[in-house]
């Protein structure tokens, strides 16, 4: 999960993007080092793998659901089986 001690936090803040495909090349290069430094095999992609589906799982619970839930109440319901 994302929500790590607030110092580990604070080192990390020279790392953000402005744009998305400065966060992809982040998020790429951050992969690759940890499958370099791991050694690359099947259970290192599988470890990078599982966590970028628990950051998009997560991203998704606490961010976009929520933001979904606002604009339906906002602009009205899209599905009638709902």
Do not use: W
């Not at 628990?54 to 991203?59: A, D, F, G, N, Y």
Request: hydrophobic fraction near 35%.
């Amino acid at each position: 999960m994302p929500y790590i001690k607030k110092e580990r936090r604070d080192n990390l803040k020279e790392r953000l993007p402005l744009v998305a495909g400065d966060l992809n090349y982040i998020i790429s290069r951050i992969c690759d080092e940890y499958i370099t430094r791991r050694g690359l095999s099947y259970g290192a992609i599988n470890e990078v793998m599982g966590v970028l589906t628990c950051v998009q799982t997560e991203l998704y619970r606490r961010v976009a659901a929520p933001y979904e839930d606002k604009k339906c109440r906002e602009n009205g319901e899209v599905y009638l089986n709902v």
